[in-house]
């Protein structure tokens, strides 16, 4: 069973950073697909980074490009979201996921799981 527990998160002031963090279980963890998402309030679930394993391609959301990192500890089965300069419109619940296939910017995710979402909240 593929689990995915995040943590990270939390209340932080514009201009400042977070690292979200998802470690996973239960699947090959170098060989699926990961991608973060978020759900701004009032919007849709939005893909804003997804790394595509078997095409070694990794994606951005024009929104964050430049400024969130997605980025993997295979030994560890987790993966991270480093989010610098971070705005208001940035406030948001993210999740992370992992499965067969993960897509962005299109959310699709086939044959995986969800993480269980964290809050993030930025003050202007």
């Known amino acids: 069973e593929v689990q995915l527990t995040q943590s990270g998160g939390g209340l932080v002031q514009a201009g400042g950073s977070l690292r979200l963090s998802c470690a996973t279980s239960?699947?090959?963890?170098?060989?699926?697909?990961i991608g973060w998402f978020r759900r701004a309030p009032g919007k849709g679930r939005e893909g804003i980074s997804c790394?595509?394993?078997?095409?070694?391609?990794?994606y951005y959301a024009d929104s964050v490009k430049g400024r969130f990192t997605i980025s993997t500890d295979n030994a560890k089965k987790t993966m991270f979201l480093q989010m610098n300069n971070l705005g208001p419109e940035d406030t948001a619940v993210y999740y992370c996921?992992?499965?067969?296939?993960?897509?962005?910017?299109?959310?699709?995710?086939?044959?995986?799981?969800w993480g269980q979402g964290t809050q993030v909240t930025v003050s202007s």
């Open positions: 996921a992992a499965g067969e296939s993960v897509s962005c910017p299109v959310v699709s995710i086939l044959h995986g799981s």
């Open positions: 239960g699947f090959t963890f170098d060989r699926y697909d």
């Open positions: 790394i595509n394993r078997r095409e070694g391609r990794t």
